[in-house]
């Protein structure tokens, strides 16, 4: 994670910089100080603009659940496979690969 954008603010194969409220299909991105995440999965890196706070943190797995086809089928956000349960609240979790388009969408939840 970065204070400041790469050079250029582009991923070492030249694409733009996104956010990751572009990623996951919203159409406001949030106005408030900006972290640089570079991700990489396998041969796919993509620099991303996500808003602050950002926090690193674990998850129980006895607290993630799949997704339920009903919240899937009508959820707006995309790349989003399940929720976990965590003291401030329900956390939609995301596949990233899906996301930087390594990996077809899935279908259904979970």
């Known amino acids: 994670m970065r204070d400041q954008p790469p050079s250029s603010a ?35 890196e993509r620099v991303i603009s996500v808003a602050e706070p950002v926090v690193l943190d674990t998850i129980a797995a006895d607290r993630v659940f799949p997704l339920p086809p009903l919240v899937a089928a009508r959820l707006a956000f995309n790349g989003v496979r399940a929720l976990a349960l965590d003291p401030s609240g329900v956390l939609f979790l995301v596949d990233l690969q899906e996301l930087m388009g390594v990996r077809p969408a899935s279908t259904g939840g979970g």
């Open 10 to 44: 582009a991923s070492p194969a030249g694409a733009e910089a996104v956010t990751l409220e572009s990623l996951l299909g919203s159409l406001v991105p949030d106005a408030s100080r900006r972290r640089w995440l570079v991700v990489k999965t396998g041969l796919a």
